[in-house]
Structures are given as structure tokens and as C-alpha cells.
């Protein structure tokens, strides 16, 4: 009996074989995967296009794959789950409905992330969950014009690529309903342009674990120009990456 267990030890370890290799090779080949959504009901950005045409590119440029689309029936649990991170790229206004939002909760609920670029703050106003994961809702804007962005946090993946102080062109969101919550990690200089409206104390860019997912947000993202400034570019590609949890 004794010659015998070697042997039964061998044949098990061999049939593990297959099995190890599989789940070696599922971890060298697996891609994250990303859902770019652009459903608008209200205003809608001349900037999305070009949004999704950024993300795509970094799709191609750090080999994750990327789809996008405005159909809200997406929003079902079974095809959320393959992806790592749904982007809200300038929605407006109601873009799910009860049993889609349900769906979304669901899969945030099951370690799912969300990155929020700009207008997603002006999104779903009758949805409070909505809020507290955004991290806070649009109130108002002034006209596009130049202000100072000032860095918060300089080691986040998302700001280490920024100056402490960024001079830039853009649509600068007020906020209303700021979730206590949330990690800031840009805000502007409300003395350096006209028409802030949050009492000096105003983000612009924050990050938090929401729900048992994560979330990441930007307000800038409002000009096409954006989208060919390689900072802002590197600053979008950093909250998709905190956001799939591959840094912080």
C-alpha cells in the first residue's frame, strides 16, 4: 500500500496539470475591459465623439478593450459584469430607467467601477444613489473661460502627472449635494475666473469607494480641445485606472 500512494500522488498531480495551465494563461491573456456610455437626454457636448475616440485610442495604447454605446438596455447585470469600469462620458439628464438603474446599482454592488467625465454630474437628478456615486450634482456654469485647477493630492495616479497649479480653458461646473465622502483631488481657484459658485472651497476632480465599488470623477472633459491636451488625457487615464483598481 505504501508503493501504491506516490503513484496516486502523481496521477493527481497530473490531472491538475490542464487545469493550473488554464488558469495561468487566463491571468497572462485576460484584458480589462471597459463600457463607455453616452446616452444624453438633455444637453448634448460636441466633445463626446472625441471623448470616445480617447478612450479608444488608450484602448489600443495599453491593450484594454473598449465599447461604447447609448443604449441604456445595455444595463443588465449579465452584460455589465464584463467590464471592469463603465464610463459615463457627458450624459444628461435621465438616461436609465427604474429596472436599469437597478442593474447598475447591482453591479457597482458586486465591485464595480464607474469614472464620471464632466456632465455625468448633470445626470439623474430623481436618483439619489446616483448622486451619492458621481459624488455631487451640476448647479451651474459661467461661460467657458481660463482658470487655475490647484492639485490637492499629488501622488494619486490620476494628479502626480499635474502642476500644483494648471492653467487651462474649460466649462467650470458648480456643485451642489457634495457627498461628504469623497477624496478631492482638484479644485479651482474660484479668484482666478468669473462665476464660481462654492464659497472658494470648490472641487473640480475627487475619488471614493462607493457601495462596494469605486468611483472617480472629473468635471473638466467639457471642450474638445480636452481631449488633445496630453495632460487631461493622462488625468482621464489615471481615474479609469484607479477606478479598475489597478493603482491609486
Known amino acids: ?13 497530473l490531472a491538475l496539470i490542464p487545469f493550473l495551465f488554464y488558469n495561468v494563461a487566463k491571468s497572462q491573456t485576460d484584458q480589462m475591459s471597459v463600457l463607455v456610455f453616452s446616452k444624453t437626454s438633455g444637453y448634448r457636448h460636441e466633445s463626446i465623439e472625441t471623448g470616445i475616440a480617447t478612450v479608444t ?12 454605446t447609448e443604449d441604456a438596455s445595455m444595463f443588465k447585470r449579465d452584460i455589465l459584469s464584463k467590464y ?22 447591482a453591479y457597482i454592488q458586486s465591485g464595480g467601477a464607474f ?18 456615486l458621481v459624488g455631487a450634482w451640476f448647479k451651474s456654469h459661467p461661460k467657458t473661460q481660463e482658470a ?19 492653467t487651462r ?46 468611483a472617480w470623477y472629473t468635471g473638466l472633459g467639457h471642450t474638445k480641445e480636452s481631449y488633445s491636451d496630453p495632460l487631461f488625457v493622462d488625468h482621464l487615464w489615471g481615474g479609469i485606472q484607479y477606478a479598475a483598481g489597478l493603482a491609486n
Open 1 to 13: 500500500m505504501t508503493e501504491l500512494i506516490p503513484n496516486v500522488k502523481r496521477t493527481i498531480l
Open 57 to 68: 485610442k488608450m484602448g489600443t495604447k495599453y491593450d484594454f478593450d473598449v465599447d461604447a
Open 84 to 105: 471592469d469600469v463603465v464610463i459615463f462620458m457627458c450624459t444628461t439628464k435621465d438616461v436609465l430607467d427604474d429596472t436599469q438603474q437597478n442593474e447598475f446599482i
Open 115 to 132: 469614472v464620471g467625465v464632466h456632465a455625468a454630474a448633470d445626470t439623474e437628478y430623481e436618483w439619489p444613489w446616483y448622486n451619492k
Open 148 to 166: 487655475v485647477v490647484q492639485r490637492i493630492n499629488p501622488t494619486h495616479v490620476s494628479t502626480k502627472m499635474l502642476p500644483d497649479r494648471w
Open 169 to 214: 480653458t474649460d466649462e467650470w461646473y458648480n456643485y451642489k449635494n457634495i457627498a461628504t465622502d469623497i477624496n478631492v483631488l482638484l479644485k479651482l481657484d474660484e479668484s482666478s475666473y468669473e462665476g464660481g459658485d462654492n464659497n472658494g472651497d470648490h472641487p473640480i476632480a475627487w475619488y471614493h469607494e462607493f457601495d462596494g465599488g469605486r
